[in-house]
Every structure is written in structure tokens, then in C-alpha cells.
């Protein structure tokens, strides 16, 4: 078998789930329903509003058996989004080209590439997968990851930085251009950082998930110098790869279709736009 082109991604939300399968979907779905109600501590105020979740609930199973059945290496399952509308899910999306000055991204391409030669991993050398929560700041996690992979790579340091300063701080109001839980951008992020001598450490500055009054303390982590490297939209991925040999690095995604992801590789293929920040790890071949 032919070694299949891989691309590690490191999520901003953690999206653990449970594969059904054709079988399960035509069983009691209300009964599925509750497990889940139960399992995510749903609470629906009115019965209105239960009826309206699972009728969402059981049209994203649906979806789920449908994007199961086109057997492209990557299973879909009840993730805690599955309650959840298309347009609830993508406005935790926040990465909007047409709010990039640099914009120019395609309607449409596809990356026809090659195996990598050899393989980069640099999980080992960073946090765990952190959780955005309702929040679109999908910007920042990226902007942090990046980050906390540089300290820990070139200086043998890792640390756990706060999202939530660069959430209150690095906003439209103070000239970065960001939205807060409504979107922005990971290199108008490292703008801030690089203004203001580094970002405050997660234990100094706790992540709320939501907009808040900019109050960081003094004591900050990781001094940037103002610019960096932007690669520009349709990227060569050889290119991509080059930089990821010397350290991860922050890349936009399109992913409206991962609200049910439960396992597999996303194959490179078509998209219509980028709308979500990601944190690029590695690369090599599935099968060796």
C-alpha cells in the first residue's frame, strides 16, 4: 500500500466521541438523546426547546451515518456539539478572510502532493490539547500554541500561556484588531505580544471562555520581537513542511465538518474558505 501524505494538527477544542455505526442510528434515538443529555449535563429550560435539540440531535445523526458511509478514513460520532445547529457550530469558526488585509484566499483548490520525505512530530514537546469552550478565540489558542512550542523548543522550556489576555487584551479597542470571542487573528495576537514584552502565564490570568475587562499582571512569559513570517494563503506545503522542521507553526483551516469528528486523517482536498485556527505539529506518511 502506498504511504498516504499526513499532516499533524493539533485542535483547539477537544472533540472525543462515540462512533454509531448504520445500526445504531435506526434504534431509539431518544434514548440516545438522554445518554447524551446525561453525558454533557445538558440542561433545556423548556420543552420547546428539549423538542428543538432533538430535532437537531437526531438530524446530525443523520449526517453522521451519511459521512460514515463515504468510507474515507475518517469516523464521525456523537461529539458535544451534537445538539448543536450547522451555524451554532461555525460561529465558534472565527477565522474570516475577508476581515485579513491579506486576503486572497481561493474559492476552491486542491492540494495535489506527494509523500513527505521523512516525518516531524513535535507533540512531546508541548501542552495537551487546551478547549476554547463557547468562545470564538480559536485565534488565540493558535497564537499561544505557537508560542508555548517555541519556548519549549528553543529554550527547553515549556509553559502554559494565557488566552484569555490576548481574549481581553489584544482587541479592535487597543488597536490589534481583534473581536474577543467574536474572532481575529493569530498574527494580530503576536502583535500584541511582541508590544507588550509577552503574554501573561494560564495560572496568572485564568481562561473564561468569554469576553472580559483586559487586566493582565505585570509578570509576563516569552518576550517576541514585532513580525513574523507569513506565508500567505494557498501555501506550498512543501514550504509548510520546512517550517514545521524548525518549530510548529500556526495555520487556517477550513472545518465546518468537524463537529462530529470522532477519529482518522482529513485527506487534503477542496474547501471554499478558511474558518478556523489551528496549531500545525508535524507531518509524515500514515502507513510508515
Not at 483547539?12 to 443529555?37: D, R
Not at 513527505?116 to 487546551?130: A, L
Not at 501555501?235 to 507553526?249: C, G, M, Q
Amino acid at each position: 500500500m502506498l504511504a498516504k501524505p499526513v499532516i499533524l494538527v493539533a485542535l483547539v477544542a477537544s472533540l472525543a466521541a462515540i462512533y454509531i455505526s448504520s445500526q445504531t442510528v435506526s434504534v431509539n434515538v431518544e434514548q440516545e438523546f438522554m445518554k447524551f443529555v446525561a453525558e454533557h449535563r445538558r440542561s433545556y429550560f423548556s420543552k420547546a426547546d428539549y423538542s428543538f435539540r432533538l430535532g437537531v440531535f437526531t438530524e446530525n445523526l443523520k449526517k453522521i451515518e451519511e459521512l460514515n458511509n463515504n468510507d474515507d478514513g475518517v469516523v464521525h460520532g456523537i461529539t458535544k456539539f451534537a445538539d448543536w445547529t450547522e451555524s451554532e457550530f461555525e460561529a465558534l469558526l472565527t477565522m474570516k478572510p475577508e476581515d485579513h488585509p491579506e486576503n486572497n484566499y481561493p474559492e476552491q483548490h486542491y492540494h495535489n502532493i506527494k509523500a513527505p520525505q521523512g516525518e516531524k512530530d513535535w507533540r512531546g514537546k508541548g501542552n495537551d490539547v487546551k478547549d476554547q469552550g463557547q468562545c470564538g478565540s480559536c485565534w488565540a489558542f493558535a497564537a499561544t500554541a505557537t508560542l508555548e512550542y517555541l519556548s519549549s523548543v528553543k529554550i527547553n522550556k515549556l509553559t502554559d500561556l494565557a488566552e484569555q489576555e490576548l481574549v481581553d487584551c489584544a482587541t479592535s479597542a487597543a488597536g490589534y484588531q481583534n473581536n474577543g470571542c467574536n474572532g481575529g487573528w493569530y498574527d494580530w495576537a503576536w502583535n500584541y505580544v511582541a508590544d507588550k514584552g509577552g503574554l501573561n502565564r494560564q495560572k496568572d490570568y485564568k481562561y473564561t471562555a468569554k469576553d472580559g475587562a483586559c487586566n493582565p499582571d505585570p509578570d509576563r512569559f516569552i518576550p517576541i520581537n514585532k513580525g513574523h513570517t507569513n506565508m500567505g494563503s494557498n501555501a506550498n506545503l512543501d514550504a509548510i513542511r520546512s517550517k514545521i522542521d524548525e518549530f510548529p507553526v500556526a495555520v487556517a483551516v477550513y472545518a465546518s465538518n468537524w463537529s462530529s469528528y470522532s477519529s482518522g486523517i482529513f485527506k487534503c482536498g477542496f474547501y471554499f474558505q478558511v474558518n478556523h485556527a489551528v496549531t500545525a505539529v508535524g507531518y509524515g506518511n500514515e502507513n510508515g
